[in-house]
């Protein structure tokens, strides 16, 4: 155990992040729940305690216990692991971010996004990092570049939630997740990468990593720009529509009064 921590401090450290910022939105949506409780059960949600617990109790036991026994061969061996890695990466953050969904009353694909951020900032981390400690520094300032870069939009994306469109931005992070979890394993898959300390394969690897997520950053700038763009177009249709309205209906009652006055008047003639 005391191995684990001193290992994995850092991730865990992320975990504690991610559980207070859900803690604290859960809170506002329900009362009565356990602070703590609630806590708790987001802490071991989190996508870095996830990663963990997969990489004990199923990474490393069909490594050694399945892979190992079977292939002699050390270039096939490293290339099956690698992509038995990235297949359970796939799937294990799915259960975790749907009870994500239904503990913070919210939208699965919203929340699914949001995990898949999380779970981005932990790999990036992971793959630019060389220690526990330079891991925790990078991941500090992924969130203050991240902070820059989406300052403007914080507001809008806390009040028009549903006016985002969501789903492009899921599709595209979930693409770059795949990417990058297979210039992670690369490190498995060629071991002689990490070897000889920084190299021009392992700069060609961080560079890639680093312009992904930057396409990824404007990305999804762009796409709350044009959400906010929809909103503004459809919020000016409904004012139009709504101008038409009262036109139509100041019309109809100066047509009702013009009508009444005609037919006094004729009434009057007539007597």
Sequence with gaps: MHEIITYYWPRLIVALFFACICTRFSLKKREGISKLLCFAAFFFLS??????????????????LILKPIISDQVTFNAVYAL??????????????????KLLH?????????YMEFILQDRFAQII???????????????????????????YIFGHKDAVSWKPVFYYNLSLFITMDACYVAYLFVPELGAYGI??????????VIMSVLAAAGFSKLNITLSQEQEDKI???????DNQTD???????????KSGEMGWNGVSKRA
């Design 129 to 155: 990092s060389f220690s526990p400690l330079s891991y925790l520094i990078v991941y500090i300032g992924e969130q203050v570049v991240l902070g820059l870069i989406h300052h403007k939009e914080m507001d």
């Design 247 to 257: 036109i139509i209906r100041d019309f109809a009652t100066i047509s009702e009064a």
């Design 199 to 208: 190299t021009i394969p392992i700069i060609w690897i961080d560079a890639l």
């Design 235 to 241: 919020t000016y249709m409904r004012k139009f529509q």
């Design 84 to 101: 038995v890695k990235i297949i359970i990466d796939l799937f294990i953050y799915i259960i975790p971010s749907f009870i994500c969904a």
């Design 47 to 64: 996508c870095t305690v996830i990663s963990i617990a997969s990489e004990i109790l199923l990474v490393v036991p069909i490594r050694y």
């Design 106 to 114: 919210e939208d699965r694909l919203i929340i699914g996004t949001v």
